[in-house]
Nanobody, 122 residues
Framework: QLVESGGGLVQPGGSLRLSCAAS????????IGWFRQAPGKEREGISC????????YYTESVKGRFTIYRDNAKNTVYLQMNSLKPEDTAVYYC?????????????????WGRGTQVIVSS
């Protein structure tokens, strides 16, 4: 089970930190991804962090602004979001897939949280 938290309303240029808390065993064997879905749009992969190795990947639109990291002792992955823009407004989801492969293709993820809303507006 995955549970996201940390969303909210923030002004442009502001920051938020999202958390994805997982229950169960072998958390460090899962690649965790962050995705977002804006109204009327498809779910978009934005970042992932691989298993215990911790390799990271970002889609171009968030590079340099977002940072993904994990704390395996807490079974949690974080997404630090800085310099937020109105176009970052969406429901943010985390997903999990077994293994090392770094991908942000939603089709390759097996487990999902329910999402947390992020609104960037003045």
């Amino acid at each position: 089970q995955l549970v996201e938290s940390g969303g909210g309303l923030v002004q442009p240029g502001g920051s938020l930190r999202l958390s994805c808390a997982a229950s169960g065993n072998s958390f460090d064997s899962y690649t965790i991804g962050w995705f977002r879905q804006a109204p009327g749009k498809e779910r978009e992969g934005i970042s992932c962090i691989t298993t215990n190795v911790g390799g990271t990947y970002y889609t171009e639109s968030v590079k340099g602004r977002f940072t993904i990291y994990r704390d395996n002792a807490k079974n949690t992955v974080y997404l630090q979001m800085n310099s937020l823009k109105p176009e970052d407004t969406a429901v943010y989801y985390c997903g999990a897939r077994w293994g090392l492969h770094a991908t942000i293709d939603p089709e390759e993820y097996d487990y999902w949280g329910r999402g947390t809303q992020v609104i960037v507006s003045s």
